[in-house]
Nanobody
């Protein structure tokens, strides 16, 4: 497993942008699928996006397609989530996770994203 630390959250107006970062410890980050999830108050955690270990393939939830971009820099042990055209419904705590075979075994502590209308 790896240790993950998210950063980059904050308060922005609707239509604005944020870039979240996920810093991973250890040299094994490049072996893991990386995902981003979010949890809004009173709601269950939901999938946002994922990227393969090499970065050659990405997957997105329908609600964020064409607005969010997931990427990674394995040389820096860091993953990213670029979020554009943010909407109030994107308000949530965002978590990064790392895993294999569809199971995420490592999670960060989360970073708050708040979008004002």
């Amino acid at each position: 497993q790896v240790q993950l630390v998210e950063s980059g959250g904050g308060l922005v107006q609707a239509g604005g942008s944020l870039r979240l970062s996920c810093a991973a410890s250890g040299r094994t980050f490049r072996r893991y699928v990386m995902g981003w999830f979010r949890q809004a108050p009173g709601k269950e955690r939901e999938f946002v996006a994922a990227i393969t270990p090499s970065g050659d393939s990405t997957t997105y939830a329908d609600s964020v397609k064409r607005r969010f971009t997931i990427s990674r820099d394995n040389a820096k042990n860091t993953g990213y989530l670029q979020m554009n055209n943010l909407k109030p419904e994107d308000t949530a705590v965002y978590y990064c996770a790392a895993g294999v075979a569809g199971t995420y075994g490592s999670w960060g502590q989360g970073t708050q994203v708040t979008i004002s209308s």
